[in-house]
Nanobody, 115 residues
């Protein structure tokens, strides 16, 4: 069974950095696109960044130049390096992965940026 487990969230001051990790387990092969989404209180879940198995990336305009998504295919892990964090980045961050034609979500990790 496919499971996604996020880690690395926490509380940080504005201007600080955090690195999120998401490990996809239970997968032998077939792992395709992976990505990070976030959901702030009272708002819809939105795409932050995604990355294909070949390494092509896509970012939300609000995080371009500040966040970097990467992946280690040998470890079935995707990362999100978040720099210059702002209070408006506060949200629960979710990992999403496509395995063959199915999509899976992690449980989420809280990121809180204080002003």
């Amino acid at each position: 069974q496919v499971q996604l487990v996020e880690s690395g969230g926490g509380l940080v001051q504005a201007g600080g950095s955090l690195r999120l990790s998401c490990l996809a387990s239970g997968i032998i092969f077939g792992l395709n696109d992976m990505g990070w989404y976030r959901q702030a209180p009272g708002k819809q879940r939105e795409l932050v960044a995604d990355i294909t198995s070949g390494g092509s990336t896509n970012y939300a305009d609000s995080v371009k130049g500040r966040f970097t998504i990467s992946r280690d295919n040998a470890k079935n892990t995707v990362y999100l390096q978040m720099n210059s964090l702002k209070p408006e980045d506060t949200a629960v961050y979710y990992c999403k992965a496509k395995v063959y034609v199915r999509y899976y979500w992690g449980q989420g990790t809280q990121v809180t940026v204080s002003s």
